[in-house]
């Protein structure tokens, strides 16, 4: 029996970082793919009804940046001291902060309300906190905090993807090259390769 | 001059976990209170265009939720064990949803839009989340997580009175009256209790 079983729909979307980690960290892990159709059975023996959540020693752990830290730092993939591990939290929830925003306007139902979120965070928000971003990977030699790879980098490159369909630029990399080397970083990793490699089509 | 100094508008908001820690720690802060008509000229010293932001050893750190664990941490209020700190940010990052789903429907401009965003989370998001909560704090004997005072309670305390305002429930307390019993936890501290008695009236 694995060491985890991990538990979210068959994409990358939220839960990505978690498995890249795992992929990491080589204990061994269950990548349970829940498809849309179970999804309604199934949420009520997830912890906090929501997906992903991840299981380890007879318990159950919601929430996919919690777990992201908890991995890392067991990985030694965290800061030394607690201002490091400050400067990785901060800049994270500054890339959650992007994603939030993408959320909010991609899953808005109302055709003409999405159209006017798009206009109006495609103005301001979602360049501001790119730039932003722009600057700390290029400050930190293509890494999201402390100038090395951390855990924060699997959040980056994980949820990477989902950020450029939520913000409909599937070529966000040509416009910011610092980005492409942070995936470049994890990705090129020998058993994140293999992880990613051995994942065949999934539903988004 | 005081160790810290911190950077926020004239109101709880988001900003007020950080102040009731940094009461706590009792190191000295400087309580920078932005009023709204400075902002736009504060905006650009800020790290990451945001508040509120701490400064201290010559540094400037964002971000709420990233600033509380620090502190907290600091602070003896963290867990003992990495699945200790596991169980917290979850439980704080399920606070931080129901504070997120509130601020989308706060701060909806489109007053329409707004009623029917409204109506939709009050009939499955809030109640959901709340439920969630008031099960976690229950089970943690009137505490955010491992049945103990951690920095967990502080931010949930700090963002109650917003996270009311948010949901339009001036007396949640009321219908979940475990809720009380966090904030009593975390105002009997007699620092915590010297620093909010010594707050003059607020913009929000």
Known sequence: MPKYVFHYFNGKGLGEPVRLLLAFGDEGFEDHRVAFNEWTEFKPKTPFGQMPFLEFDGKQYAQ????????????????????????????????????TKGIIAYHEEDEAVKEKKYAEFNKDVFPNLLEKLN??????????????????????????DYIKDLLVVPD???????????VDAVYSIPKVKTYADAVGPTEF
Chains 1, 2 share one sequence.
């Open 64 to 99: 996919s940046l919690s777990l992201a830290r908890y991995l890392g730092n067991k990985y030694d993939l965290g800061g030394d001291t607690l201002e490091d591990a400050l400067e990785i939290d901060q800049n994270v929830d500054l890339i959650h902060d992007l994603l």
């Open 135 to 160: 600057e700390i990977i290029t400050k930190n030699n293509g890494h999201v905090a402390l100038g090395k790879l951390t855990w924060g980098d699997f959040v980056f490159v994980g949820w990477f």
């Open 172 to 182: 966000l990399e040509k416009k910011y090259p610092v980005f492409q080397k942070v």
